[in-house]
């Protein structure tokens, strides 16, 4: 048996990746009232799961069987459920929020809540129907669309973003 030797591995320089490489930068867009709409509903879905919780819980343990055995591992079963639901939920409400969108000039590029990158055609050529409009509120400080908008291979995808978000940019430079 020969002794063992160190072995080099070569490994290639990894480049570091700019941002979409669809057209020059024209506007940077984050998505504030469609991220604030979406924590505030996520939010406000944990706290009424809380609550439900908060009272099935303690109806259990005021019931005159809740110190048998097994139904402690129901409880904890049931509890178990409700974190599983809750984490699920709020990834649900998270999800349709993008972080922001890069319009540039011969693409839309939209950045997800994940960090997904979705590539549109231009802000003139963009096919997007409102869904639904909210109006600002308690949710969000300003109104917010569920918009609908087909990608560069023809699937559509849904957002909830700040009203006039996907709009061209302005043709008028600042001096």
Request: glycine share 6%; net charge positive; aromatic share 6%.
């Amino acid at each position: 048996m020969s002794s063992p030797r160190p072995v080099r591995i070569p490994r290639t320089r990894s480049v570091p990746r700019g941002p979409a490489s669809a057209g020059d930068l024209l506007d940077h867009r984050p998505n504030g009232a469609g991220t604030q709409r979406a924590f505030r509903f996520a939010l406000l879905y944990l706290f009424v799961l809380l609550l439900l919780d908060l009272v099935l819980v303690s109806l259990d343990l005021t019931s005159s069987e809740a110190s048998s055995p097994g139904l402690q591992g129901d409880l904890h079963l049931f509890l178990a459920i409700a974190v599983l639901l809750a984490v699920g939920s709020v990834v649900f409400a998270l999800s349709p929020a993008p972080r922001f969108v890069d319009v540039r000039s011969t693409a839309v590029v939209i950045v997800g809540r994940w960090g997904s990158r979705v590539t549109f055609p231009a802000a003139d050529r963009l096919d997007a129907r409102v869904l639904r409009h909210y109006s600002a509120g308690w949710l969000s400080s300003q109104p917010v669309d569920l918009v609908s908008v087909t990608d560069l291979l023809g699937r559509r995808h849904t957002y909830q973003i700040e009203s006039g978000l996907l709009s061209p940019p302005s043709e008028t430079a600042d001096p």
